[in-house]
Nanobody
Framework: QVQLVESGGGLVQAGGSLRLSCAAS????????MGWFRQAPGKEREFVAA????????YYGDSVKGRFTISRDNANNTVYLQMNSLKPEDTAVYYC????????????????WGQGTQVTVSS
């Protein structure tokens, strides 16, 4: 089983960009679908983006389509989330997750989670 560590969060002004990274330990990273979720205070954890283990299919939540891009580097056991045109409503803790089910957008599709990284977008 992999272990996940997110990095790259921080404070950015509206309209700015950030790139989150999720580094995975273990030799089975390339067999996992990888997802990003986020959770704002008082809200449910929300699906942001996902990429299949093969890297050939990507998926996005409606609120981030056209602004965020997910990618993975299986050689370096890392998945990325490039976030552009950030808005104050993107403020949340962002979590990286790994799973092996056919599903891709539900929390229950993932069984390994990172500790999260805070993203704050100021207006």
């Amino acid at each position: 089983q992999v272990q996940l560590v997110e990095s790259g969060g921080g404070l950015v002004q509206a309209g700015g960009s950030l790139r989150l990274s999720c580094a995975a330990s273990g030799r089975t990273f390339s067999s996992y679908n990888m997802g990003w979720f986020r959770q704002a205070p008082g809200k449910e954890r929300e699906f942001v983006a996902a990429i299949r283990w093969s890297g050939d299919r990507v998926y996005y939540g409606d609120s981030v389509k056209g602004r965020f891009t997910i990618s993975r580097d299986n050689a370096n056991n890392t998945v990325y989330l490039q976030m552009n045109s950030l808005k104050p409503e993107d403020t949340a803790v962002y979590y990286c997750a790994a799973g092996r089910t056919t599903g891709i957008a539900k929390r229950s599709d993932y069984d390994v989670w990172g500790q999260g990284t805070q993203v704050t977008v100021s207006s």
